[in-house]
């Protein structure tokens, strides 16, 4: 066993966990010190990575009452087919590190949820093998520097059966991870990216002085020279429904919608590329009103509850992706663990819902919002007043 394997049999019986922060903890008590900052960590300073969750804890929501909600439902429609839930599984890479079984076990998990699930482009499974589960399949796609590997990649990915493809736009290159820089972070022998470099070794396996084996990998094979121009590319040359994620600006949004892109994520990559960028929730008012339905808005970074849930809803979102959340459920307790967490969200998000009266997600993207306690950020949707030096409560959102 390497330092960087999963400590054995530490594994936590998944129903005692009560909330995705119980999740974190079981999946922080087996995970070595290296793998557990290479998943928790965030880019510089960390100041958007903790903004994320204080953004979310400065929003609340004004319930309605006297609407019925003894049938409430958390169906949702997301890219123009129904899921169980208004969540999908954000791509997240090298899962094999947490698991052995990696991406399968999540993927599992989440189709016995009822919600897509989204493949890294730095998967350590291959699609085929995801897709062949049965699901509802995502391919992330990084835009690799050898010319037309991207496309290539995407190919594969439509080829394999995934139903969308999923533009990562915010990484040129990886923001600067001081946690994986410290720790001189390296990939251990058995766990591969299997869609690049043949699946072979490659130089996220070798450990660097001063620097992160990962960071210097992904320096190499991704392109920084990405633009609308590739956008317009990918998109005349797949008919999957095509995602943009890592969207922060209203132009972005509807520049996106204008490039035939079915939907954007709002999403600054759980704190992990610019560090100072906005938290996604703040971002998303401003662009959901933008877009006007001319794409679907997804949001994630920080959802941690069902009511983060309902807030992203309330705030002009038709669904949010989880990141950390399952993979923490992978490292406590396998496809049981994953299983855990997408139970918990909708658990959460069917109390949440009922108790803002609302019997279905519809009825929560009505709701309205208050912002308190800090100084007002950005303006957001219509009605939301505020800017620098504004009032410490502002209302969002809603008739
Ligand atoms: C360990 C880790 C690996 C990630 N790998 C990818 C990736 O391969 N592609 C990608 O687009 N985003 C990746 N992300 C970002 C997630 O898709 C998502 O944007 C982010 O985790 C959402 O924030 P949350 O973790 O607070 O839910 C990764 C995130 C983490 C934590």
Redesign the pocket.
Known sequence: MSCEDPAPGGAAAADTLLTLEDVERAAAAVLPAGVRD??AGGSGRERTLAA?REAFDRVFVRPRVLRDVSRCATGADLLGRPARMPVAV?????QALVHPEGELAAARAAKAAGVPFTV???STVPVEEITALGGRVWF?L?WLREPGRALELARRAEDAGCEALML?VD?PWMGRRLRDVRNEFALPERVRAVHLDGGGASAAHRRAAGASAVAVHTGQEFSSALTWAHVAELRAQTRLPLLL?GVLAAEDAVRAAEFGVDAVVV?N??G?QLDGALPSIEALPEIAEAVGGSCQVLL????RSGTDVLKALALGASGV?????P?WGLAAAGEAGVHRVLGLLSAELSDALGLAGCATVADARRLRTVRSGAAAGPAGAAGLSGGRGGPARVEAGGP
């Open positions: 290479f998943v994320n954000a791509p997240v890479a090298y890294s482009t730095l992330q990084y990562t990484v994620k999403s990559h759980g992990r994630d970074s920080g959802v992706l989880v990141g950390r959340p993979v």
